[in-house]
């Protein structure tokens, strides 16, 4: 079987859709030798450190790389539904898309595509109108062809089903995301300590081999992720003594509607208590995971949130919202109200007073990438 994948997202590095992307990608074909796999990337700029195409070269995988701008795509794809993907990787027996474009596709070709979440559905007021229009115009389409859908949680199929009832339920298959290898309890200080210099995480003394001691978010700076909120119940915290040496890490590049967190944090005069790193290569998070204090994640709503599992499997508490698919991946007592400041205030002083037990090679077993694959792989097959 001749298998196409999309793996433009990838020009996204950093983003959950193109970890997304990445990781299942490469898992596939580490753990598929039998399919041929097609990879269909297009992208006019190459990130910093772009190592995805040739590592998926090296696993077996034919990129087939062009330099289409984004906007050609959307203009044959979402608006006049022409020029199948098909001509620029050869025909296919299924095509796997992404949850923001579906290309035409050759007759007979079957279609099987992901939706992560419906964020655009239940909170426009998070979204640029473009973006809205872009997935319902996609959504349109996977329905009009009766494409499989992946997603990512029961959550988020709950809502697909709400919101769109006319989708055919026996189509739509839960795939939890997996979580990457990388994701382990560090204990090396020495490296740990080169890995959080380079993001200007603040040591008690150059001597020290442990950081000041603090809180980390990870993910994009946008509204439907609450950091203006975890901003101030942060400052909150850091008047009880027990807590006043504490940090906000915020690791992440910034997204729409940014301003506002910068602002807050000008305001409340946190500039040399909340650090921004910007992006934060792969390979070092497991490092800011396993010296933080406590994971912050207090998004209102998520098709799955990743950041909060990959602190767990490296052995760190988190405190997440009690809501969406959070409420389904992470044990509640991890989780609260997003909207109530002092239950917020509360729980993360709990979680920062307590110990508790976490068992990281449960939450690896769970979110393994390659039980997503294997499911996958059923999927096409059935």
């Not at 040399?272 to 204090?293: C, H, M, N, Q, R």
Request: hydrophobic share 40%; with cysteine; charged share 30%.
């Amino acid at each position: 079987m001749i298998i196409g994948v999309d793996i433009t997202m990838l020009v996204y590095a950093g983003s959950g859709v193109a970890n997304y992307i990445y990781n299942f990608a490469k898992t596939l074909l580490t753990i598929d030798k039998k399919n041929e796999y097609r990879l269909f990337y297009s992208s006019l700029r190459r990130p910093k450190n772009f190592y995805y195409l040739k590592e998926l070269e090296k696993l077996g995988g034919k990129v087939c790389s062009y330099r289409f701008p984004p906007t050609l795509l959307q203009i044959w794809w979402r608006r006049f539904s022409i020029v199948p993907v098909e001509w620029f990787i050869g025909k296919v027996d299924v095509f796997f898309s992404s949850d923001f474009l579906r290309p035409p596709l050759f007759k007979g070709t079957k279609e099987i595509t992901t939706i992560h979440d419906l964020t655009w559905k239940l909170f426009p007021e998070y979204h640029e109108e473009r973006i809205i229009k872009a997935h319902e115009k996609k959504l349109e389409k996977t329905i009009k062809y009766r494409d499989t859908i992946i997603v990512d949680s029961q959550s988020t199929k709950n809502d697909l089903i709400k919101f769109y009832p006319q989708v055919e339920q026996n189509k739509v298959h839960v795939i939890y995301p997996g979580i990457g290898n990388e994701f382990r309890k560090i204990n090396n200080k020495v490296k740990t300590k080169i890995t959080l210099k380079k993001y200007d995480i603040v040591f008690p003394s150059p001597q020290s081999l442990v950081p000041s001691p603090y809180l980390l978010y990870v993910g994009a700076i946008e509204p439907r992720k609450n950091l203006v909120r975890s901003i101030e119940v942060f400052n909150e915290l850091i008047k009880d003594d027990k807590f006043s040496d504490f940090k906000f890490i915020i690791a992440g590049r910034a997204g729409w509607k940014k301003e506002s967190v910068f602002q807050r944090v000008k305001e409340l005069n946190l500039e040399d208590k909340v650090i921004f790193t910007g992006f934060v290569e792969d390979e070092d998070l497991p490092y800011l995971y396993s010296a933080a204090s406590l994971t912050v994640y207090l998004s209102s709503y998520e098709g799955f949130g990743l950041p909060p599992l990959e602190s767990l499997a490296c052995g760190t508490k988190v405190i997440a919202g009690d809501n969406s698919s959070l409420k389904e991946t992470i044990d509640k007592e991890f989780l609260v109200d997003v909207n109530d400041k002092n239950k917020i205030l509360e729980k993360m002083k709990y979680l920062l007073g307590n110990k508790i037990e976490i068992n990281s090679k449960e939450v690896q077993n769970r979110f393994d990438w390659k039980e997503s694959a294997k499911k996958f792989l059923n999927i096409i097959t059935d």
